[in-house]
């Protein structure tokens, strides 16, 4: 009992974290009916609906498949590595930057292994990180910060769009740059090397679409979550039960664990006003600070309840993913991923501290001027 415990803590420290937090502060607010308003429910059927139809999709190669063909038309390392970065890039803004990263890292390193160039392949999943954390910024339906602030601050889907697509296109402009910086000398690779992934069965492929439709009709507020709900999980209870087991369960129940804490501590006066002081001084700073600590997810659901400045701080909870490993736990993907194979965990770690704040210099400033 004891090993799963530090297991889980070693593992999930996020969801032990704040349901520690969440047990504590019902000695402080008892539990009663509010509890029940506490948590968004919306946001939960979203995410479990798109976690689902998601896992579907890598389930039946789509991914796969489609990277396998492109990457069958190029030869060059240097543009190897730039269209894993651009991949990792565009491919979080549908998959969100988890499962992005934890669908092509493993194909990066088997892909890389064949130049036998250990700086370029750092630099490589560095940059599809980077990548994939402010790729998955641009739309509700990104990651889960992004859509738990959609609705919280009830944004319009273009009035979202506008407000994220000028750090969006310097966030591409700068990994683009940095591929050729950091990359100055190119090799080619056989074609041969390329895996040749099979096509996805075509209509479970139509199936999971139409569903990631529906999900998108939920999020434009078009159709009721619980439409959205009821239909995606028929669908896999018949096409792909296996689908469900590879939901992230924890994420959902860390959110229902901060639904929790953010209700009670709004009930606390006096924590309620020092907070709500602190966040206002600068939230979009305040907002990068956390993350740092907490990681972007955790911070984005606490500050909105001293704040209603849902602009600054979707920026801020956003931008501050890069920094430390832990801003966005998606970032811990890669970094298991290449300590595992290559043992050098501390290398990689320097070397995505330097990057990621030297991006988050560039990007912060990018806010001032905007704001």
Not at 76 to 98: A, G, K, Q, V, W
Not at 129 to 152: C, F, H, K, R, W
């Amino acid at each position: 009992m004891k090993d799963k415990i530090l297991h889980l803590l070693k593992t999930d420290t996020i969801l032990v974290v704040s349901g520690i937090l969440a047990l504590i502060s019902c000695f402080f607010v008892a539990p009663d009916k509010e509890y029940l308003d506490y948590v968004n429910y919306r946001v939960l059927a979203i995410l479990f609906s798109l976690m689902l139809v998601v896992s579907a999709l890598v389930r039946i190669g789509t991914f796969d498949f489609l990277t396998s063909r492109l990457l069958g038309r190029i030869r060059s390392e240097r543009y190897i590595s730039l269209f894993l970065i651009l991949l990792s890039f565009f491919l979080s803004m549908l998959l969100t930057n988890d499962v992005a990263l934890v669908t092509l890292v493993p194909f990066a390193l088997l892909l890389l292994r064949a130049f036998g160039d250990r700086r370029r392949t750092v630099y490589t999943l560095i940059l599809m990180t980077v990548g994939a954390n402010l790729g998955s910024m641009l739309t509700p339906i990104d990651n889960p910060q992004n859509l738990y602030l959609y609705t919280e601050y009830g944004f319009g889907f273009s009035e979202f769009l506008r407000l994220m697509l000028p750090y969006s296109l310097a966030a591409l402009v700068l990994l683009v740059l940095s591929v050729f910086l950091l990359n100055r000398t190119d090799h080619t690779m056989d074609s041969a090397t390329i895996r040749q992934a099979p096509r996805p069965d075509l209509v479970k492929l139509t199936v999971y679409l139409v569903l990631f439709v529906i999900c998108m009709l939920n999020v434009a507020g078009i159709l009721h979550y619980l439409i959205m709900l009821g239909v995606c999980v028929a669908a896999m209870l018949f096409l792909d039960r296996g689908a469900f087991k590879k939901v992230d369960y924890s994420l959902l129940l860390t959110f229902v664990f901060f639904f929790i804490l953010i209700g009670n501590l709004g009930r606390i006066e006096v924590i309620r006003d020092t907070l709500t002081r602190i966040v206002e001084k600068n939230v979009a700073l305040t907002a990068i600070a956390s993350s740092q600590v907490i990681s972007n997810v955790p911070a984005a659901m606490l500050l909105s309840a001293f704040t209603e400045k849902g602009a600054d701080l979707l920026v801020g909870v956003n931008l501050g993913g890069l920094g430390t490993l832990i801003a966005s736990m998606a970032s811990l993907i890669t970094f298991k991923f290449y300590a595992k194979e290559k043992q050098e965990g501390e290398h990689y770690l320097l070397k995505f501290t330097v990057i990621s704040i030297l991006f988050l210099a560039v990007l912060y400033p990018l806010y001032l001027f905007i704001r």
